[in-house]
């Protein structure tokens, strides 16, 4: 029974701080938006606005910058730069690079095209049907022998054999 009790007044008391932390958080909101506003409204009135210090009110300013005058120097500069020999030197080297570079490009695409008709022949090779072979084919394929020079001296020394007798009789 005390443990009921007990659980019911922690629960009660952990609410009570839940309520009362709130109720803190949302008065000091309201308080800072509306001390905010009410601040504003004060020095909006120029008989309450308090005096700034003396350190304040005389402020040097900075000179104007005068943009026409900046712009000529730029463009004066620029148009030097663009007239010394060396950025001339420069340009040509730069566009020496970027034509020498175009025409390895060329180059290669011009490789490439030719190593692509090389592929699209090969292919039309392959796709053509396998013709089959004939035994004549074959015997047309396989080398033919020739006679080593002893055969053909032995045939000589052993003379016709077909005919009988001699010709002088």
């Known amino acids: 029974m005390h443990l009921i009790i007990g659980t019911i007044l922690l629960a009660l008391f952990i ?3 839940r309520v009362i ?6 008065a000091r909101f309201w308080f800072s938006q509306h001390g905010a506003f009410w601040q504003s409204q004060r020095l909006a009135n120029p008989s309450v606005r308090p005096a700034l210090p003396a350190r304040f009110t005389a402020q040097t300013a900075r000179p ?3 943009w026409e005058d900046l712009s000529q ?3 004066a500069s620029l148009l030097e730069r663009n007239q010394s020999d060396a950025y001339r030197l420069e340009k040509l ?5 970027v034509k020498l570079k175009t025409q390895a490009i060329m180059q290669a695409d011009i490789q490439i095209a030719e190593l692509q008709r090389r592929l699209a022949e090969a292919q039309a090779l392959l796709k053509q049907p396998v013709k089959k072979r004939r035994k ?5 394929a396989t080398p033919v022998k020739k006679p080593s ?4 001296l ?13 010709i002088v009789h």
């Open 15 to 17: 609410l009570a701080i």
């Open 21 to 26: 932390w709130y109720t803190y958080k949302t």
């Open 64 to 66: 104007a910058a005068d």
């Open 73 to 75: 120097t730029i463009r």
């Open 93 to 97: 080297d730069v566009d020496l690079q």
């Open 136 to 140: 004549s084919d074959a015997a047309l």
């Open 149 to 152: 020079p002893a055969a053909g």
């Open 154 to 166: 032995r045939k000589a020394l052993q003379g016709d054999k077909g005919t009988t007798g001699s």
